[in-house]
């Protein structure tokens, strides 16, 4: 199983990005998608995850910028970043929980992490 994600960049404060991911591989079912981000020192930290039935979920920091949307036959997960602050730069992870065959526990998958740098 891979999770390949894309979309990361520099931008100016107050712009936007578009984060995408794919799942790959081995898949059964996936229950949870999302991303989490890391910047410089700090402990790595939930951004947004949604669920197959369509259940959404946001940190507070980026409720009303940023929106999570899936495609569960694709097995995609997508961040839309609107108003990006400095405070938003970090590498951000895609997340998958997912299982690879009937019966099996569904276990975590992440993505090898993309840069989002917000200049001021």
């Known amino acids: 199983v891979q999770l390949q994600a894309c979309g990361g960049g520099l931008v100016q404060a107050g712009g936007s990005l578009r984060l995408s991911c794919a799942a790959s591989?081995?898949?059964?079912?996936?229950?949870?998608m999302g991303w989490y981000r890391q910047a410089p020192g700090k402990q790595r930290e939930l951004v947004a995850v949604?669920?197959?039935?369509?259940?959404?979920n946001y940190a507070d920091s980026v409720k009303g910028r940023f929106t999570i949307t899936r495609d569960n036959a694709k097995n995609t997960v997508h961040l839309q970043m609107n108003s990006l602050k400095p405070e938003d730069t970090a590498v951000y992870y895609c997340n998958a929980d997912l299982s690879t065959g009937w019966g099996t526990q569904h276990m975590a998958y992440w993505g090898q992490g993309t840069l989002v740098t917000v200049s001021s």
């Open positions: 591989g081995s898949i059964f079912s996936i229950n949870v």
């Open positions: 949604t669920t197959s039935g369509g259940f959404t």
